[in-house]
Every structure is written in structure tokens, then in C-alpha cells.
């Protein structure tokens, strides 16, 4: 073994040893079935308490790398063959939250506790109006306030390791509307292929841009292979974090089946991550993006789930080799997104009040297990 944990790294030591393990077993230096480690012997080697090693192996488990079995440790469950072997029927999406056929949008608004506390947005709200006076009544760049792109950079660095640039994010009023530019922008391909279920207006969107929407089952784990196979699209929209309305969140196996699949027909992944802060995980799934170091996904998420419904704010991820083609085509666009709440968004990301409030509210969910 050669694990190490750096107290230079930036990362807490469970999250680096996370990483390392990943890494080894995806790429099958632990093969499908190996045994791994035991606790104390990488507590040891890497110098770190076996309570770190014990939150590592709980992120392999939830992850889908490795499986617990009793009196017998650890083992790696992640293989390169279930990219396209998987069989599969199985009971279809936990009888798809009863009654899928008949439920076509989302529930109507309650507040579940989740929304961000309304007497600090409007403390926030209040700083900015004064610290930042008329600069709220100056025209900000077409894909959005450079000060929100850049710390929006700097969150997801340290909450998902998704290492991008200012320049690659374009900020958006609503997932919708960002769909409606994915549709744009690949206009020419005529078709995407979606989830079934899926949560219905991504449909309605893609459908109205003009492309042909190809809804491609669901399995236990995630969009069938058979029916990834079977796909004539180059494009993929996925949700790969409690897809709604089936409640399903893909394994690693699966998410890297998605990237295999974009990669060997040359297509792009749209991955719609919505949600996905609010895992029951000490910290939030790994996500496609990050996945697919070849710039095959756009990653979207949006700000209306974690503070609240009505703030309409969303944000999409180019990858590197598709910045260009975007601004060409479409960066002509106004962005949509009132300055003022950019500013406060801003504000909330960097001075890491809106992290505060996703670890005080996973915390919460957890508990409640």
C-alpha cells in the first residue's frame, strides 16, 4: 500500500484516503471481489485514526465502491463489466413512488425545514444594498455576474472537486431556462434521450426547443444498459441524484457507465444535479462532471431547492471544449438573473453561510433516520 494523508492538501484526511481508494478501485487495482484493507492496518500506514478510516470506508459504501460483509471486512464492488453487463428487469424503480403513471409534475411547495433562514438572507440582502450602492444599477456580463461565477468556483472546489474557471459557468434564471440553452446549442443533433420517469418538464422544454426527446427506461440502479445500448441519441440528460419521480440515485458503476457511453458514440451528458446537496452522506455524491475528465458533461444545478422555490437562480458547467461553440452561438443573451440577487448569492457562498445551512440541514436529515 501507499496511502498517504498531507496536512497540505486542503482536504480533510478521510476525504484524501476517500479519494486514493476510489481511484485504485475504479481502475481495478482492487479488482471486483478483492478484499481490502483492514482499518487499522491503513490507520498505520497513512497515520490517522481509525475513526477517519471507518468515515472513509462509509463514503466507499455509499458510494457504491466497496461492500461490508459481517465478520469478514471490506470488499471492492465496483467493476468495469457492469458498464454493459448488467441484467435487467429487476422490480422496476421501487414501484416508482406508487404511482408514476399518474404523477407528471412536482409536488406542490411545503416547507420541510429545508429552506435557508429567512432573517440571514435578508440581513444579506441589506449588506449588499449598502456595500454595493448603484453597482447594482451597472450592466454585469451576458453569462453573469463575474463576482457569483467566481464564487460559485470556489464552492464547488471545496464541496464537490469539481475544478473549473469563471469563464466556464453562465448563470441562469431556473433550470428551465438553462435547458432551453442546452436545446440551442445542440439543435442540430434532433434528438436527446431522457429518463423514464423523468420529471416532466425537462420533456416539455426539450420538446419545444424543437428536438426529439427519447425516454430510455429506468432500472434499479439507474437508466437501463439495454436501453442505453439501444439509444440512437448522442445526447443524455441525466438526474443522477434521487431522480425524480422514481426516487432512484445511480451507483458509481452506473454514472461511469453514463460517461462510457458519451465518450464511445462522442456524445455530451447534460447532468441535471439538482438536489444533490441534500444526500444523507456526510458529504455530497460524486458527480458525472467529475467523472468524465474528457469534457463530455454540461453540469447543471440550481439555488431553487436550497434556499427556496422562488429564488429562480440556476448555473451551468461548460467543459473547456465547449466554451467556444456556447459564446458563439448564444452569447448574445442577457442574463436573466436580477444583480441584486446574484450579490446576495454571492455573498452567501463566500462568507459560507450557505454551506453552514446544507451541512446544518444534511445533519438534520440524517438524524431523523
Known sequence: MNYQVRSDNGKPAYQQLYEQFRR???????????KLPSKRVIAAEAGVSLITV???????LEEGY?????????????????????????ELIRTVRENTATIQTQPAYVNTGRDFPFSLYAKTVRRVLSDYGDRLFVKEENAGSRILRQALVSYLARSRGIRVTAGQVVIGAGSEYLYSLVAQLFYEEGTIAIEDPSYEKISKVYTAEGLTVEKLKMGTDGIRTEALQESKARLLHVTPYDSYPSGITATAGKRAEYVHWALERKGFIIEDDFDSE???????KDTV?????????????????????????????????LQKAFFDKLGFYSCAVPLLEQYVLAELLRGGDFERHINRVRRKLRSAI
Open 54 to 60: 471507518e468515515h472513509m470506508y462509509e463514503l466507499l
Open 66 to 90: 466497496a461492500e461490508a460483509r459481517e465478520r469478514s471486512g471490506y470488499f471492492a464492488c465496483y467493476r468495469e463489466d457492469d458498464l454493459y453487463s448488467r441484467q435487467g428487469e429487476e
Open 24 to 34: 485504485d478501485i475504479a481502475t481495478g487495482v482492487y479488482g471486483y471481489g478483492d
Open 278 to 284: 441534500f444526500s444523507f452522506s456526510a458529504r455530497a
Open 289 to 321: 462532471f467529475g467523472m468524465a475528465p474528457d469534457g463530455c458533461v454540461i453540469y447543471l444545478n440550481t439555488f431553487s431547492h436550497t434556499i427556496a422555490p422562488t429564488v429562480r437562480v440556476g448555473y451551468m458547467i461548460l467543459p473547456e471544449r
